[in-house]
Antibody, heavy 120, light 107 residues
Framework: QVQLVQSGTEVKKPGASVNVSCKAS????????ITWVRQAPGQGLEWMGW????????NYAEKVQGRVTMTTDTSTSTAYMELTSLTSDDTAVYYC?????????????WGQGTLVTVSS | DIQMTQSPSSLSASVGDRVTITCRAS??????LNWYQQISGKAPNLLIS???SLQSGVPSRFSGSGSGTDFILTISSLQPEDFATYYC?????????FGQGTKVEIK
């Protein structure tokens, strides 16, 4: 079945960087994009950006533009999201999701989430 | 950016009730509107895409309607496993944006 499996919990100090991975299986990786969404404790869902697994094109949310880099490795069907200059505001669960085109884009499935805690 | 506003933010309902959640976009998004269910502590799960297309495996008590700026998610007969938070999301233009969520609680 189509599945996304993310890397494990991270604890970082302010100013550090974090790299979260998302390994896809059950479909041809290059046929869909990958979206990254985060959810701060007790809050809603925030779209961070999108990457095409086909050609590497990216589109980042303005809020994280300049601090986020999304990449893919088609040889291992894995997507990566690096976020730099972390602050406590970046404490959240980070999700990857397949961005599948059906005329519209739909996010399905989602990874299990990676908790990133930023604390001194 | 397109702002998505859901109402209500929360509701209390009983098993068997009919529940409707609305989602309004700040500008037209055609039918590029998805609905997700998030059970506490879990990843979101896609229920409906393209405003009204029910995902495979999702019970038929869920339905979606609307186009342009106004959309509705309906649960025809609420079941115990439906108590969760529901989010709408537009994919008409980037940044793709989510509603603030509607928490459905047990009455």
């Amino acid at each position: 079945q189509v599945q996304l499996v993310q890397s494990g919990t991270e604890v970082k100090k302010p100013g550090a960087s974090v790299n979260v991975s998302c390994k896809a299986s059950g479909y041809t990786f290059a046929t869909s994009g990958i979206t990254w969404v985060r959810q701060a404790p007790g809050q809603g869902l925030e779209w961070m950006g999108w990457i095409s697994a086909d050609n590497g094109d990216t589109n980042y949310a303005e809020k994280v533009q300049g601090r986020v880099t999304m990449t893919t490795d088609t040889s291992t069907s894995t997507a990566y999201m690096e976020l730099t200059s972390l602050t406590s505001d970046d404490t959240a669960v980070y999700y990857c999701a397949r961005a599948k085109v059906r005329g519209w884009y739909e996010l399905d499935p989602w990874g299990q989430g990676t908790l990133v805690t930023v604390s001194s | 950016d397109i702002q998505m506003t859901q109402s209500p933010s929360s509701l209390s309902a009983s098993v068997g009730d009919r529940v409707t959640i609305t989602c309004r976009a700040s500008q037209r998004v055609a039918g590029y509107l998805n609905w997700y269910q998030q059970i506490s502590g879990k990843a979101p799960n896609l229920l409906i895409s393209g405003a009204s297309s029910l995902q495979s495996g999702v019970p038929s008590r869920f339905s979606g309607s609307g186009s342009g700026t106004d959309f509705i998610l309906t649960i025809s007969s609420l079941q115990p496993e439906d108590f969760a938070t529901y989010y709408c999301q537009q994919s008409y233009s980037t940044p793709w944006t989510f509603g603030q969520g509607t928490k459905v609680e047990i009455k």
